[in-house]
């Protein structure tokens, strides 16, 4: 059964630095690129970031691309966002998923994801 | 950054009814794009992938069409669990994007 936990989550002032942690059980945890989700309070989904099933590579939202890292530990099955000069506007429930790519049909998506952390900015 | 439009914003509807929620990306995105429902509380479930492809599990109402850059989502005959929030995503490049959202809701 996969399992994907987010922790780290909290409240913190704007300009502070937060370090979000996702363990993931029950997949083969570095076959797969690893994203991170976020939904601010009564809007929609935002994708945020994905890393390389290796590490090799990561990309970012605009919004986000110069304060946030994403990193992985596969050794530990653990992803990791590292968020720095956070902002109000980054409060907002935080989620990892894993990519999953169907090469067949040419279809790439998010089939699991965890419950959840929420990171709330302000002063 | 590839900008995703759904509309309509909200949807009223009745158990039953057919509806249809559309997609548009700011580019071609070929068929890359996927459907989400999203209830409170819950996690994104996904209902459809590369545009037409039924995730496993997913009742057959779910349908998906389109290519380039106008796709919808099809549910046949609602049902009292279908009332929930829908994103479309594409996942063309690196940069995956979201639409804003559609919420279905009971007339």
């Known amino acids: 059964q996969v399992q994907l936990v987010e922790s780290g989550g909290g409240v913190v002032q704007p300009g502070r630095s937060l370090r979000l942690s996702c363990a993931a059980s029950g997949l083969n945890f570095s076959d797969h690129g690893m994203h991170w989700v976020r939904q601010a309070p009564g809007k929609g989904l935002e994708w945020v970031a994905v890393?390389?099933?290796?590490?090799?590579?990561?990309d970012y939202v605009d919004s986000v691309r110069g304060r946030f890292t994403i990193s992985r530990d596969n050794s530990k099955n653990t992803l990791f966002l590292q968020m720095n000069s956070l902002r109000v506007e980054d409060t907002a429930v935080y989620y990892c998923a894993r990519g999953f790519t169907v090469t067949s049909v040419g279809g790439r998506y998010l089939d699991y994801w965890g419950q959840g952390t929420l990171v709330t900015v302000s002063s | 950054d590839i900008q995703m439009t759904q509309s309509p914003s909200s949807l009223s509807a009745s158990v039953g009814d057919r509806v249809s929620i559309t997609c548009r990306a700011s580019q071609t995105i070929s068929t890359y794009l996927n459907w989400y429902q999203h209830k409170p509380g819950k996690l994104p479930n996904l209902l459809i992938y590369?545009?037409?492809s039924l995730q496993s599990g997913v009742p057959s109402r779910f349908s998906g069409s389109g290519s380039g850059t106008d796709f919808t989502l099809t549910i046949s005959s609602l049902q009292p669990e279908d009332f929930a929030t829908y994103y479309c995503q594409q996942t063309y490049n690196n940069l995956w994007t979201f639409g804003q959202g559609t919420t279905l809701e009971i007339k």
């Open positions: 890393i390389w099933h290796d590490g090799s590579d990561e």
């Open positions: 590369a545009a037409s």
